[in-house]
């Protein structure tokens, strides 16, 4: 693999004392020097040594990880004087003419610029002519996806009948725009993003080469900035080198980049991940006292939790992006702490921040809004066990033909009595909205489970409303019937009008408290579903007396909806009709 520093790095030719930037002196110049595209290379070099060279050659991939360089060492192969070759000289003077992008039969075209059908017409033109010196005339088109349907159409036709001596590479970011007529006229060479490790082992050797001296913790960041491209890596670095002389530390580099200082970051982390509200408050503030940005910043904390996430669903240390090589066990106990539900949602929490500050002016505040929030979570795990637990007891509809429950009774007869004290009177209403006397009547513990049966399955339900406190218990009286599907499994059913409630009633926090104060009025677990009538004419009535209302409170109320507006800490202005 070439992740050991190249040793033949030939310079591209420059005008003396003009400058040339970094990504361009380090250019791979050999297929050896290509970084992190093994598979690129071998099959590159099996196809020149076994003489099975195509016409034509797409490459994809993101940007900067090594596609036009690619394709120059792809023409150096082809047309040096030593070739065809895997290994070009990189000395003869075709070879050193397409290292500087001035050889007269390789021609690099820009699909960017060049979108026009003029600039193809002309090459289907000059593609007849012979090559004036090497094998091979060679077309290098960079960005091919650019081109217009009317380019696209006249190269096919030159790629249709491609003279002998022509050869195109294509290079792409966007493959899926290129024509599926070029793509299957291609051989196509998929190009990985490049592993960090192998972005800082190059900057340090670039590091080497220019006498600088880098703290490898400085060239993480920046490699893990680039995201995979080499181009972008090594751009950065010349950056940050024309700010800092000689000497690069990860300090310099957090001060230039806006970034919170390693020590610093860790402690906001830390806060954030015990829930403290106050102290991660102070850490912001200590870390913007310091120069960090709060974009910036956040920016930060949104990889980190992607590698608590990946950490989360139980990736190993290598998959991580952000997390520096010291912080991996501080990653891994933060996945275990906040659990996966909660990781998610702070991620959701740090991206929609991130979204409206930069159209806002107040991104300080946002900020620490975001922080407020984060800390505030639930512990959204032990929602998803609840919700588990919940749907294991089946979703299915109920059986037709429950009992039908009784009007609401102010005072619903104790069969059993509640196993914890109910201090708290409840007030029940019913569904013609009038007020229920509040029920206030502990009663001893049961000596062993109730049977439940179909005649009493309604008042038994009835009187586990009565001790419940949350509003959900208004919301679960609105239902039409009660019924016995199984001996121990209870199904509440609702008309369609109360679907809402329905809705609000099966949300896992909500049906879990129904759910365990029922239990414990019988006296032993009992399951607990939920139902809705289909829509009938009723439907259409309860329309015409509520036009619009209670459709937007019955979806603020869906599962969905709640969740979103929780995660997002919004509200809901207008509820539009779904296209019919
Ligand atoms: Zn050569």
Aim: net charge negative.
């Amino acid at each position: 693999m070439s992740d050991a520093p190249p040793t033949s790095t030939v310079p591209e030719p420059a005008n003396p004392g003009q400058y040339v930037v970094i990504a361009r002196r380090y250019r791979p110049q050999s297929f050896d020097e290509l970084i992190g595209q093994d598979h690129v290379r071998r099959a590159m070099a099996g196809a020149i040594e076994s003489n099975r060279i195509g016409h034509a050659y797409l490459f994809t991939g993101a940007r900067g990880v090594g596609k036009t360089s690619s394709a120059r060492i792809l023409a150096k192969s082809l047309n040096c004087i030593h070739g065809p070759t895997a290994t070009p000289c990189n000395e003869c003077e075709i070879c050193r003419d397409i290292s500087a992008g001035a050889d007269v039969d390789v021609l690099e075209i820009d699909g960017a610029s060049n979108r026009g059908v003029d600039e193809i017409r002309q090459l289907r033109q000059n593609v007849a002519v012979r090559p004036s010196r090497a094998r091979f005339k060679i077309y290098i088109i960079d960005e091919v996806h650019m081109l217009t349907r009317e380019a696209f159409n006249a190269l096919l036709k030159t790629l249709e009948e491609p003279p002998e001596h022509v050869k195109f590479i294509f290079c792409t970011t966007e493959p899926e725009k290129v024509p599926i007529t070029i793509h299957s006229r291609c051989q196509r060479f998929d190009f990985a993003g490049i592993p960090t490790a192998a972005i800082v082992d190059r900057l340090a050797s670039i590091c080497e080469s220019e006498g600088i001296n880098a703290e490898r913790s400085a060239l993480e960041i920046i490699a893990r900035r680039a995201a995979g491209s080499m181009r972008d890596g090594q751009s950065l670095l010349e950056q940050v080198l024309s700010c800092c002389g000689t000497e690069l530390t990860a300090e310099h580099l957090h001060r230039l980049l806006g970034t919170a200082s390693g020590k610093r970051f860790e402690q906001l982390v830390a806060c954030l991940v015990d829930r403290d509200a106050a102290d991660s408050l102070a850490q912001l503030d200590g870390a913007v006292a310091e120069g960090a940005d709060v974009g910036q910043l956040l920016e930060q904390l949104l990889g980190y939790f992607r590698d608590v996430m990946a950490a989360g669903v139980g990736c190993s240390a290598a998959s991580f992006l952000h997390a520096t090589s010291g912080d991996e066990l501080r990653v891994k106990a933060a996945a275990q702490q906040l659990g996966l539900e909660t990781v998610l949602a702070i991620m959701q929490i740090v991206d929609q921040t991130l979204a409206r500050m930069r159209q806002s002016t107040h991104g300080r505040t946002l900020a620490e809004v975001a922080i407020v929030r984060i800390c505030n979570l639930e512990n959204l795990e032990d929602l998803a066990t609840l919700a588990a637990a919940v749907r294991s007891g089946a979703v299915s509809a109920a059986p037709p033909g429950g009992q039908r429950l009784p009007p609401p009774r102010p005072t619903a007869a104790p069969l059993t009595s509640p196993s914890y004290e109910q201090k708290k009177n409840v007030v029940e209403s019913s569904g013609n909205g009038q007020a229920a006397t509040p029920s206030d009547e502990p009663s001893p513990a049961p000596a062993e489970p109730v049977e439940l049966t179909a005649e009493n399955v309604s008042a038994i339900w009835q009187q586990a409303l009565d001790g419940i406190t949350d509003m959900v218990a208004d919301q679960a009286a609105l239902a039409d019937s009660v019924s016995l599907a199984a001996p121990r499994r209870v199904v509440v059913r609702f008309a369609w009008k109360y679907n809402s409630c329905k809705l609000s009633c099966e949300r896992p926090d909500k049906a879990a408290i129904l759910q365990r104060r029922l239990a414990d009025v019988v006296g032993a677990p009992v399951q607990l579903e939920f139902a809705v009538d289909e829509p009938t004419n009723e439907l259409a009535a309860s329309a015409r007396a509520a036009p619009s209302r209670p459709r937007t409170a019955e979806r603020a109320n869906h599962p969905f909806v709640r969740r979103a507006m929780e995660l997002f800490g919004a509200s809901s202005i207008r509820v539009d009709e779904p296209p019919s």
